[in-house]
């Protein structure tokens, strides 16, 4: 009971931030303006479409238009993805900003349980966005298909990729959590993880080791999720990892910076 009382308070209380509805505001208008542009990139694909269900958007060669699509709809997902952690760390960092640190040590002075509440709130409430986000990328996919396969978006494989792009948005927000209460400041928070997002879009660190590269929590995010039979030759950099070890880097970084996070508070609070 005192687990629950603790994350109901905490989910409370990154409600009521208005640094934390200005960034959800922000993040659903760039969701809304990816949704348009995904419409529109199907929309344009479809324009290619041969009838043999193959799409001739590649100067490479053809691919299906299904797995083509399905791969879309998970990548619509992921690209507003990348943007989330600024909500955890713009939640994390509230509690050193607006020094209520202190008020919620207090009125839970076990530092683990308050942690451990605070991660859970901001899991729940980065569920709820990601559930959204996915709606809306449904919505967009099914007005862009629906002359063509309007039963597209019903495919397991849609659900699938649906269900781990949500996983991905939980993750990566815990991650800005955990890194902006290490570290005190949400901008250092915000600043580490888009540094982790420059690393892949740039390729420098796959430049040097692939393997190291598949070690940072983006990189094993699109190794995941983006690594699929419909990603076709435009799809962008090279993949560093398999689709399995990409979730399990993820998973491993998703656990540990809320860990790391509570036992850095824990020493701090102690001295």
Do not use: C
Request: aromatic content about 10%.
């Amino acid at each position: 009971m005192i687990m629950i009382a603790t994350i109901r308070s905490e989910l409370t209380k990154i409600s009521t931030l208005p640094s934390v509805w200005i960034v959800t505001g922000i993040l659903l208008g760039l969701t809304l303006l990816l949704q348009v542009q995904g419409y529109q990139g199907i929309s344009l694909k479809l324009e290619t479409l041969d009838t043999n269900g193959m799409l001739w958007w590649y100067n490479s060669g053809p691919v299906p238009a299904d797995l083509e699509i399905l791969s879309d709809m998970t990548a619509q997902v992921f690209n507003p993805g990348i943007f989330f952690p600024v909500l955890g760390a713009v939640i994390a960092g509230a509690e050193f900003r607006t020094g209520q640190l202190g008020v919620s040590v207090l009125a839970v002075p076990n530092r683990m349980r308050l942690v451990l509440g605070k991660t859970i709130a901001t899991a729940i409430y980065a569920l709820g966005f990601s559930i959204i986000v996915s709606a809306m990328t449904l919505l967009a996919t099914y007005l862009a298909v629906k002359d063509w396969q309007p039963d597209l978006i019903w495919r397991p494989e849609a659900f699938i990729g649906f269900g781990g792009s949500i996983l991905f948005v939980v993750a990566i927000t815990l991650i800005a959590f955990g890194t902006t209460l290490i570290t005190r400041r949400t901008m250092f928070g915000i600043l580490i993880m888009m540094a982790f997002t420059g690393v892949v879009m740039t390729q420098v660190l796959y430049g040097i080791s692939p393997v190291l590269d598949a070690l940072t929590p983006v990189s094993a995010a699109r190794n995941w999720l983006l690594q699929s039979e419909g990603w076709g030759p435009g799809g962008g950099p090279a993949f560093s990892s398999s689709p399995e070890v990409g979730a399990a880097v993820l998973a491993t970084w998703a656990i540990l910076t809320p860990v790391g996070a509570a036992l850095a508070i824990h020493r701090r609070d102690a001295r």
